[in-house]
Protein backbone atom coordinates (compact mmCIF):
# COMPACT_ATOMS: atom_id res chain seq x y z
CA UNK A 1 0.00 0.00 0.00
CA UNK A 2 2.62 3.15 -1.24
CA UNK A 3 -0.63 5.37 -0.45
CA UNK A 4 -2.66 7.76 -2.72
CA UNK A 5 -0.11 9.82 -4.61
CA UNK A 6 -0.44 13.44 -6.66
CA UNK A 7 1.83 14.93 -9.25
CA UNK A 8 3.21 17.56 -9.58
CA UNK A 9 3.20 18.57 -5.87
CA UNK A 10 4.06 21.72 -6.89
CA UNK A 11 2.63 23.85 -10.34
CA UNK A 12 3.22 27.73 -11.00
CA UNK A 13 1.85 29.08 -14.07
CA UNK A 14 0.30 32.10 -15.38
CA UNK A 15 -2.65 33.30 -16.16
CA UNK A 16 -4.68 32.00 -18.75
CA UNK A 17 -2.31 28.81 -19.16
CA UNK A 18 -3.89 25.22 -19.19
CA UNK A 19 -3.00 22.90 -16.13
CA UNK A 20 -3.17 19.34 -15.79
CA UNK A 21 -2.71 17.17 -12.70
CA UNK A 22 -2.66 13.78 -12.20
CA UNK A 23 -3.86 11.40 -8.91
CA UNK A 24 -2.79 7.30 -8.92
CA UNK A 25 -5.53 6.50 -5.84
CA UNK A 26 -4.36 3.42 -3.37
CA UNK A 27 -4.57 0.60 -6.02
CA UNK A 28 -7.34 -1.64 -5.16
CA UNK A 29 -9.76 1.70 -4.67
CA UNK A 30 -12.54 2.20 -6.85
CA UNK A 31 -13.72 5.90 -5.90
CA UNK A 32 -11.98 8.99 -6.70
CA UNK A 33 -12.48 12.29 -5.15
CA UNK A 34 -10.78 15.62 -5.94
CA UNK A 35 -11.23 18.66 -3.36
CA UNK A 36 -9.93 22.05 -3.45
CA UNK A 37 -8.27 23.68 -0.36
CA UNK A 38 -7.63 27.09 -0.19
CA UNK A 39 -5.69 29.38 2.86
CA UNK A 40 -7.07 29.10 6.12
CA UNK A 41 -10.05 26.86 4.87
CA UNK A 42 -11.01 23.27 4.86
CA UNK A 43 -11.01 21.33 1.64
CA UNK A 44 -14.32 22.11 -0.55
CA UNK A 45 -15.64 18.68 -2.81
CA UNK A 46 -15.16 19.09 -6.71
CA UNK A 47 -16.14 15.62 -8.01
CA UNK A 48 -15.69 11.86 -7.47
CA UNK A 49 -15.65 8.95 -9.85
CA UNK A 50 -16.70 5.30 -9.32
CA UNK A 51 -14.92 3.40 -11.49
CA UNK A 52 -14.62 5.64 -14.52
CA UNK A 53 -17.87 7.15 -14.51
CA UNK A 54 -18.29 10.25 -12.84
CA UNK A 55 -20.93 9.78 -10.40
CA UNK A 56 -20.77 13.95 -8.75
CA UNK A 57 -19.76 17.33 -9.40
CA UNK A 58 -20.03 20.53 -7.60
CA UNK A 59 -20.97 23.94 -8.90
CA UNK A 60 -17.75 25.22 -8.27
CA UNK A 61 -16.81 22.68 -10.75
CA UNK A 62 -16.44 25.70 -13.84
CA UNK A 63 -16.60 24.87 -17.23
CA UNK A 64 -13.22 25.31 -17.27
CA UNK A 65 -12.66 22.25 -15.18
CA UNK A 66 -12.48 18.90 -16.16
CA UNK A 67 -12.21 15.47 -14.74
CA UNK A 68 -11.43 12.12 -15.84
CA UNK A 69 -10.78 8.72 -14.82
CA UNK A 70 -10.64 6.63 -17.99
CA UNK A 71 -9.40 2.98 -17.38
CA UNK A 72 -11.19 4.02 -13.59
CA UNK A 73 -7.32 4.08 -12.16
CA UNK A 74 -5.72 7.03 -12.29
CA UNK A 75 -7.44 10.53 -12.70
CA UNK A 76 -6.35 14.09 -14.11
CA UNK A 77 -7.74 17.37 -13.19
CA UNK A 78 -7.26 19.87 -15.61
CA UNK A 79 -8.23 23.64 -15.31
CA UNK A 80 -7.82 25.79 -19.05
CA UNK A 81 -7.36 29.68 -18.92
CA UNK A 82 -6.31 29.52 -15.37
CA UNK A 83 -7.28 32.68 -13.53
CA UNK A 84 -5.54 33.66 -10.13
CA UNK A 85 -8.50 33.14 -8.10
CA UNK A 86 -7.73 29.10 -9.25
CA UNK A 87 -4.52 29.61 -6.53
CA UNK A 88 -4.83 26.43 -4.21
CA UNK A 89 -3.93 22.78 -2.41
CA UNK A 90 -5.87 20.30 -4.96
CA UNK A 91 -6.66 17.11 -3.18
CA UNK A 92 -7.22 14.00 -4.40
CA UNK A 93 -8.52 11.14 -2.06
CA UNK A 94 -9.78 7.85 -2.95
CA UNK A 95 -11.34 4.93 -1.05
CA UNK A 96 -13.28 1.71 -1.27
CA UNK A 97 -16.67 1.50 -1.55
CA UNK A 98 -18.78 -1.68 -0.26
CA UNK A 99 -21.76 -2.36 1.63
CA UNK A 100 -20.14 -0.17 4.69
CA UNK A 101 -20.63 3.48 4.01
CA UNK A 102 -18.70 4.55 6.56
CA UNK A 103 -15.40 3.84 3.63
CA UNK A 104 -12.90 5.88 4.71
CA UNK A 105 -11.58 8.44 2.03
CA UNK A 106 -7.55 8.69 1.71
CA UNK A 107 -5.60 11.56 1.23
CA UNK A 108 -2.90 12.05 -0.98
CA UNK A 109 -0.52 14.92 -0.54
CA UNK A 110 -1.67 17.34 -3.10
CA UNK A 111 -0.97 19.45 -5.74
CA UNK A 112 -0.49 23.31 -4.99
CA UNK A 113 -1.33 25.57 -7.62
CA UNK A 114 0.13 29.16 -8.26
CA UNK A 115 -1.32 31.54 -10.29
CA UNK A 116 0.69 34.35 -11.15
CA UNK B 1 -27.70 21.88 2.95
CA UNK B 2 -25.74 20.24 5.14
CA UNK B 3 -22.93 23.04 7.15
CA UNK B 4 -19.59 22.37 9.36
CA UNK B 5 -18.86 25.10 12.10
CA UNK B 6 -15.47 25.05 13.60
CA UNK B 7 -15.26 28.56 16.25
CA UNK B 8 -11.91 27.70 17.26
CA UNK B 9 -9.28 29.28 14.78
CA UNK B 10 -6.57 28.30 17.24
CA UNK B 11 -6.75 26.12 20.25
CA UNK B 12 -3.09 25.60 22.45
CA UNK B 13 -2.73 22.68 25.15
CA UNK B 14 0.38 21.47 27.29
CA UNK B 15 2.55 18.60 26.43
CA UNK B 16 0.58 15.90 28.47
CA UNK B 17 -2.51 17.64 29.04
CA UNK B 18 -6.07 17.60 27.85
CA UNK B 19 -7.79 19.36 25.24
CA UNK B 20 -10.85 19.42 23.39
CA UNK B 21 -11.94 20.54 19.77
CA UNK B 22 -15.56 21.82 19.56
CA UNK B 23 -17.53 21.45 16.06
CA UNK B 24 -21.45 22.11 15.36
CA UNK B 25 -22.97 21.04 12.06
CA UNK B 26 -26.33 21.27 10.57
CA UNK B 27 -28.26 18.74 9.10
CA UNK B 28 -31.74 17.93 8.16
CA UNK B 29 -30.93 14.13 7.02
CA UNK B 30 -31.71 11.36 9.75
CA UNK B 31 -28.71 9.49 9.02
CA UNK B 32 -24.61 10.38 8.56
CA UNK B 33 -21.41 9.70 9.49
CA UNK B 34 -19.12 13.04 11.39
CA UNK B 35 -14.94 12.58 10.79
CA UNK B 36 -12.26 14.08 12.43
CA UNK B 37 -8.79 14.27 9.87
CA UNK B 38 -5.47 15.85 11.09
CA UNK B 39 -3.75 17.61 8.67
CA UNK B 40 0.44 18.07 10.22
CA UNK B 41 2.18 21.16 8.26
CA UNK B 42 3.13 20.06 5.39
CA UNK B 43 1.81 17.07 5.57
CA UNK B 44 -1.39 14.76 4.16
CA UNK B 45 -4.63 14.86 5.95
CA UNK B 46 -5.04 11.45 7.80
CA UNK B 47 -8.64 10.11 9.70
CA UNK B 48 -8.56 10.84 13.11
CA UNK B 49 -11.78 9.24 14.77
CA UNK B 50 -15.23 8.68 13.05
CA UNK B 51 -18.82 8.04 14.45
CA UNK B 52 -21.76 6.56 13.06
CA UNK B 53 -24.98 9.06 13.85
CA UNK B 54 -27.58 5.81 14.39
CA UNK B 55 -24.60 4.92 17.35
CA UNK B 56 -24.96 6.37 20.53
CA UNK B 57 -22.03 5.22 21.77
CA UNK B 58 -19.44 7.43 21.35
CA UNK B 59 -16.25 6.92 19.24
CA UNK B 60 -12.65 6.08 20.18
CA UNK B 61 -9.06 5.74 18.96
CA UNK B 62 -6.84 5.22 21.73
CA UNK B 63 -6.10 8.62 23.08
CA UNK B 64 -8.65 10.26 20.65
CA UNK B 65 -12.14 10.57 21.54
CA UNK B 66 -15.53 12.18 20.45
CA UNK B 67 -18.45 13.61 22.25
CA UNK B 68 -21.07 12.96 20.19
CA UNK B 69 -24.45 15.04 20.89
CA UNK B 70 -26.63 14.33 18.22
CA UNK B 71 -29.91 16.81 19.46
CA UNK B 72 -27.14 19.22 19.67
CA UNK B 73 -26.06 18.63 16.68
CA UNK B 74 -22.45 18.67 18.38
CA UNK B 75 -19.42 16.39 17.86
CA UNK B 76 -16.55 17.48 19.81
CA UNK B 77 -12.71 15.79 19.42
CA UNK B 78 -11.24 15.12 22.78
CA UNK B 79 -7.08 14.59 22.90
CA UNK B 80 -5.77 12.89 25.79
CA UNK B 81 -2.06 13.13 27.24
CA UNK B 82 -1.32 15.08 24.37
CA UNK B 83 2.05 15.01 22.16
CA UNK B 84 4.13 17.11 20.61
CA UNK B 85 3.02 15.28 17.43
CA UNK B 86 -0.42 16.33 17.68
CA UNK B 87 0.42 19.63 16.48
CA UNK B 88 -1.67 19.95 13.55
CA UNK B 89 -4.92 21.37 11.82
CA UNK B 90 -7.96 19.54 12.71
CA UNK B 91 -10.77 19.07 10.45
CA UNK B 92 -14.54 18.21 11.68
CA UNK B 93 -15.73 17.11 8.42
CA UNK B 94 -19.85 15.78 7.43
CA UNK B 95 -20.79 12.93 5.22
CA UNK B 96 -24.10 11.85 4.23
CA UNK B 97 -25.46 8.16 4.12
CA UNK B 98 -24.97 6.99 0.80
CA UNK B 99 -29.06 6.15 0.06
CA UNK B 100 -28.99 10.16 -0.25
CA UNK B 101 -26.92 9.60 -3.22
CA UNK B 102 -23.86 11.51 -2.37
CA UNK B 103 -20.16 10.60 -1.30
CA UNK B 104 -18.32 13.58 -0.44
CA UNK B 105 -16.96 14.75 2.79
CA UNK B 106 -17.99 18.45 3.97
CA UNK B 107 -15.33 19.95 5.64
CA UNK B 108 -15.55 23.07 8.69
CA UNK B 109 -12.74 25.92 8.74
CA UNK B 110 -10.49 23.61 11.10
CA UNK B 111 -8.89 24.32 14.18
CA UNK B 112 -5.07 24.65 14.96
CA UNK B 113 -3.67 23.21 17.34
CA UNK B 114 -0.25 23.99 19.11
CA UNK B 115 1.43 21.48 21.60
CA UNK B 116 3.74 23.12 24.19
CA UNK B 117 6.49 21.46 25.48
Known amino acids: DTGVSQNPRHKITKRGQNVTFRCDPI?????LYWYRQTLGQGPEFLTYFQNEAQLEKSRLLSDRFSAERPKGSFSTLEIQRTEQGDSAMYLC??????????????FGPGTRLTVL | AQTVTQSQPEMSVQEAETVTLSCTYD???????LFWYKQPPSRQMILVIR??????QNATENRFSVNFQKAAKSFSLKISDSQLGDAAMYFCAYRSHLFYNTDKLIFGTGTRLQVFP
Open chain 2, 27 to 33: TSESDYY
Open chain 1, 93 to 106: ASSLAGRRSTDTQY
Open chain 2, 51 to 56: QEAYKQ
Open chain 1, 27 to 31: SEHNR
